[in-house]
């Protein structure tokens, strides 16, 4: 083989080559991008769970706590210092088949953060509190004056009721991101309760 042909072949084999080390370079890094994306992703929904879960605790806390008069007060809070706009209107996210319908209504007047909430079977008004979390990326939002529809409380480890005939809880608690409030409606066998019996789903997702 003439020595220019053999030098244009080793050519075009090392340019084969580079094109394919180039298009795999490609790949892993499209890739890499992919898992970066999705374990972004991932993390956020585990952090908002977390966030639902210590939602729950804190009003279960709330309620085997004595809070004296001056605690109950709700305090304004004021417009301009939020993360975000929280006024607006919610409505039920239909993750599951479902006849539950809320829709809610956040709103400040006189420097009080109130609601409007209407279901099926009812309206319900009131003051509501958000709390920034621990993230300070979002708030805990408490409904105040909502009577849960069950409660029986937490089972002790020989599995028995803590208490008999506990008094219905009056507050509920959520979790407010931006455009979006979630609400664990109903516990479970060693903590049983449901906070809106007209909506059989154990979360409540409301978007704005």
Known sequence: MPANSNAKFKFLIHKENQYKLDTMKNIITL?????SLQSCENKTEKQKSKEIQKSEQKDITDINTITDTVQNVVQPAKKEDL?????????LKQDVV?????????????GVLEYNMETNTRKLSGDAKIDLNEKEDGYYITFKNIEWSEY????????EESQEDLPLPQDIQGVLYKDEITIQNSGNAMNYYVKLGECDVKYIHLIK
């Not at 479902?98 to 006189?110: G, R, W």
């Open 152 to 159: 029986l409380g937490a089972i002790d480890n020989e599995g």
């Open 98 to 110: 479902t006849d539950c319908k809320i829709f809610l209504s956040l709103f400040y007047k006189d």
């Open 31 to 35: 890739l890499m991008l992919v898992f």
């Open 83 to 91: 993360l975000f706009d929280i006024e607006g209107n919610y409505t």
